[in-house]
């Protein structure tokens, strides 16, 4: 019995924690999402056009940005020492190079698809003010 309980307890933890994280990244997402909605001040039918791209261009920005964050969090003990090998240091480099490269080109293909919906000069502005820093 009280192995049930405290089988239950850690399970119920461990749901609130993984929600706590999602909740975060939802959260950072939604207020960028809002920051772009904001500043392009759309009428309601682009608007309900827009959505659904900008969430597809969020999505594979950071589905670009997943493969340099785990092999950057994989070496940080050894850059925070100042251990990292030659082979580690041209490994990030060519990590990070290639993020920026595939990034560029998550740009270009969305200010296509964007252009499809509104404006170039809305598009435009799409484009930059995603890739503002929101808090």
Known sequence: MKRNILLLAMF?????????????SSTKQQAQ???VM?????DKETRDKFRP?????YDEIASVKKSHSALKDKHQKADDEGKLTDEQCDLL??????????ELNVRKKYYEE????????????????????VK
């Open 12 to 24: 119920i933890g461990m749901l609130t924690c993984g929600q706590s994280a999602i909740a975060q």
């Open 33 to 35: 999402f809002s920051h």
């Open 38 to 42: 904001k500043g392009l001040k759309l």
């Open 53 to 57: 791209l900008l969430i597809k261009y």
């Open 93 to 102: 480099f060519n990590s990070k190079h290639k993020q920026e490269i595939d």
């Open 114 to 133: 964007f252009k499809k919906v509104l404006t170039v000069q809305q598009a435009y502005k799409a484009i930059r003010l995603s890739n503002d820093k």
